[in-house]
């Protein structure tokens, strides 16, 4: 029996000090325990303030992107092998949902070239399929599993800017990660700890930072209509109409460019924000070799001709090309300096392949976060108070037994979490809260039932035995009945449901532990020696 | 001490009452949310915008509500929460593209209306870094200036300050930053002429698309419903299917009620008092599952006790733990009511309610629904008359003495 006991109290001991080290470590001084504390337990964005943002990938915008590129290509590749079509144009899908159904009509194909069209397609563009409307008109549907890593794609790489975004940024301790169970979703979580104002991160976040450098045909124009109307009504080939960003005070402004801009923002090799005439700012670029090269080529044989600077599909700047430029360019017409820094980091992370919709926002301010954390606490301590009070009443010894096995069960608990990195959240601490009820339940069947047992006679040692070995089925079928709700709160829950659910069921699982185990440990301790006889305060 | 001993109350005799005042209960709940069109959904569930602007002194809901009203599309709903001199102001979203624009109109309307800043940025509502910039160049001005790492400690200092105890956000004015580690007479000085204290802190926003509003609900309601079918899946199993179908209605009574109270007073259902349904279905079931445990235990040892009878023996025999524990868990449940703040109100109201309903409808709900079960299949059995118990766990006849406690 003694030597049985002290097994046990070694695997108690180890097990409490396990977690304290896990809350704590083994401080040297007071400001490390602190530290360690800060740092090993860590607070949810609704306690320590933050903001919480879900943004909708657009997937569509990337499918669109990738047809318009074939359709450039496959022009270009017909019109080498000499078969002639009325013209190819593609759908243009809205939502995320009907972003695989997009589609490359071509009419009007000579029937003896439709054998040539298949071929090319067959042999170069494998992520469509060319499928038959009638004997002259085609169109081209993209193949379900390239359209599918089409949209993984788009996410990993949407996922991988905002993240250098955030992270250029400085933010420390930020995570970017995919929400929703598939890929369909298209969602995207981001966390953002100690940010309480959002709005010019949402901004930088957003931004599709597409750099384009376009060779200028024509322009300005006043209205699109203008523009066409120089031209009879229908633009020359390989060329499009392109808007100027104005402000308030200018002018609506259109320029004929054309249709491949010369340089993108994926030749850019550095961008940074500085003054420029006037102490303006702006911001400017640098080109790697390989576009410097081209760009060199391109500008040396259009002197005197305009160069369209566009963001986002809009103009910035069209200014004169004056003589040959190689590796950089600037755009002006910042409003401020954190304006044009915005520009430059958003450059420097390249470009969203899709646009990105905000689904929620989520910002807690520190003071709330403070104020939440200090309400969680005393109404905790209250309830604690409470339940410790009236066990010693009502179970005087026991009370104590019942007492210790409570503040365990809370060690253990919060060394876990601490071990599983696990976020304490605000329903986390409501958690805690509801803990102490369910812990105190296990305690109070089992007294009951050495009350009951002893009331039938049995002795001490008899009743505890008893009690321990009739209250514990019981206890098994409500934790379990419970962690099974746990489950699937954690499973179909989200955010702080699933905080919730995970404080509530390592909670439990501790509770079995300190309950059972370590009340049975205490009683028997206090019997163990004595006579057969011997009384229990209960 | 001891609240109860040997009792012998006739529960089961007197459970009409308290049947009828669960049907009640019920039908004031469904006709509560028949008449208001379903629940009152949080924006969690409906998309919306939410923001919990603590003031110095709380100014009229009526102004509040034309002010925004007036640049909002949406309607305007204006709460104060009780005690505090804190509103929660809030609208709806009609789509996600308007997220962020109608985010913004709110946060300016407040300042236009409450703000008196002239201008100045408003130290109540702004963030380390833009504080940081703000007072870079000034600071140079007044010859106080400090290299980038001070700027950030200051700024981070003053607005440590705002948020923590005791001002929680709204501080009584610039002079009492003074007692700020580095803020000296000059850095002070420079504060009250680069930044103005509006009356009001924007403490919380929450804004949710239409779009995540329905997907989070349809979840909500999934997991609730799952969760029910995985704990009468469990008690079937550990007993009779019938006693998982008695605990799982008796739950789904509690919940109902628990729904309907929610919507008679008014109070919105949000994420977290989803967390407080599941959680007192999980109470309830607990206590449910205590009294059928007893059930079991008793049908080995009283074969030939009527069923009725050892059904109300056996709630006799565990009432002290029901009223002890469901008492300290009431008590925790009052605490986290009273003291646990506005963010928790609508989960601890929710249990405070369920707790109580939860108790009672083990005793008056399940386990009538048993006896009335087990009635019926003996009438309607091929021995009528003989007063024959069925065990359940007749078949493994000693099992629960061969168990011992964890060793």
Known sequence: MRKNLRWKAIVIAATVLLSIYGMIGIPKSKDELVANWRNNMKLGLDLRGGSHLVLQVQVQDAFKAEADTDIERLKEDLNKQNVRFDSMERNDPQTLEDAGKIEITIKGVPTDKVSALRTTINDNYDSWNLVAINSQDYKLTMKQTKALDLRRDTLARSMNTIEGRINNLGLAESAVQQRGRSDA??????????????????????????????????????????????????????????????????????????????????????????????????????????????????????????????????????????????????????????????????????????????????????????????????????????????????YRKAGINATVALVLNGVLLLGVLAYFGAVLTLPGIAGIVLLIGMAVDSNVLIFERIREELAAGKSALAAVEAGFSKAFLTIIDTHVTTVVSCAFLFIFGTGPVKGFAVTLVVGLIANVFTSVFISKFIFDWELAGKQQVATLSI | MELFKNTNFDFLGKKWPFIIASAVLTVAGLASLVMKGGPKYGIDFRGGVN????????????????????????????????????????????????????????????????????????????GAQALADKLRDPLGRAGAGLNEQQLQDLAKAVLAFRDGAPNFGLIPGIDSLSSVPGVTPAVLNVLKQEVALSPFAIRNIEIVGPKVGNEL???????????????????????????????????????????????????????????????????????????????????????????????????????????????????????????????????????????????????????????????????????????????????????????????
């Open chain 2, 51 to 126: 923001m919990y602007v603590k003031f110095a002194q709380a100014p009229p809901l009526d102004k509040v509500r034309s002010a925004l009203a007036a640049k909002v599309a949406g309607e305007i709903t204006v709460v104060e929460i009780p005690g505090t001199q804190e509103l929660i102001i809030g609208t709806e979203l009609k789509s996600e593209k308007e997220l962020d624009s109608v985010r913004r109109t709110m946060v300016d309307v407040l300042g236009a209306t409450f703000g008196q800043t002239a201008g100045k940025p408003d130290l109540h509502n702004t």
């Open chain 2, 217 to 407: 609900r349809n979840q909500a309601i999934l997991a609730t419903l799952y969760a029910l079918a995985g704990m009468l899946v469990y008690i079937a199993f550990r007993f009779e299917w019938i006693y998982g179908a008695a605990a799982v209605l008796a739950v789904f009574h509690d919940v109902v009620i628990t729904i309907g109270l929610f919507s008679i007073f008014d109070k919105e259902i949000s994420l977290t008092v989803i967390a407080a349904v599941l959680t007192l279905v999980g109470f309830s079931m607990n206590d449910t599952i205590v009294v059928f445990d007893r059930i079991r235990e008793n049908l080995k040892l009283m074969r030939r006790e009527a069923f009725e009878n050892l059904v109300n023996l056996s709630i006799n025999q565990t009432l002290s733990r029901t009223v002890l524990t469901s008492g300290l868990t009431f008590l925790t449940a009052v605490a986290l009511w009273l003291f646990g703040g506005p963010v928790l109100n609508g989960f601890s109201f929710c249990l405070v309610a369920g707790i109580i309903v939860g108790t009672y409808s083990s005793i008056f709900i399940a386990s009538p629904i048993l006896i009335w079960w087990k009635n019926k299949m003996e009438t309607g059995g091929k021995t009528p008359g003989a007063p024959v118990v069925t065990a359940p766990a007749d078949k493994k006849p000693g099992r629960r003495e061969s168990v011992k406690a964890a060793k």
């Open chain 1, 185 to 394: 979703e298209s969602e995207l979580l981001v966390q953002l700890p100690g940010v309480d104002d959002p709005a010019r991160i949402k901004q930088i976040i957003g931004t599709a930072a597409m750099l384009e450098l376009y060779e200028v045909k024509d322009g300005p124009f006043g209205t699109q209509e203008q523009a066409r109307l120089n031209y009879g009504g229908v633009l020359p080939l390989n060329s499009k109409l392109m808007k100027q960003a104005q402000r308030a005070d200018q002018a609506e402004a259109w320029f004929v460019v054309a249709r491949t801009p010369v340089v993108t923002g994926r030749d850019l090799r550095n961008s940074r924000p500085q003054q420029g005439e006037f102490g303006k700012w702006e911001t400017s670029f640098t080109l790697n070799q390989d576009a410097a090269r081209r760009f060199e080529r391109f500008t040396e044989s259009h002197i005197g001709k305009k160069l369209a600077i566009a963001l986002d599909n809009n103009i910035r700047s069209a200014p004169v090309i004056q003589n040959a430029i190689s590796d950089s360019g600037r755009i002006t017409g910042a409003n401020d300096q954190q304006e044009a820094s915005d520009l430059a980091l958003v450059l420097r992370s390249g470009s969203l392949p899709a646009s990105i919709v905000y689904m929620e926002e989520r910002t807690v301010g520190p003071s709330l976060g403070a104020d939440s954390i200090r309400q969680g606490i005393l109404s905790g301590v209250v309830g604690l108070v409470l339940v410790v009070i009236s066990m010693l009443l009502y």
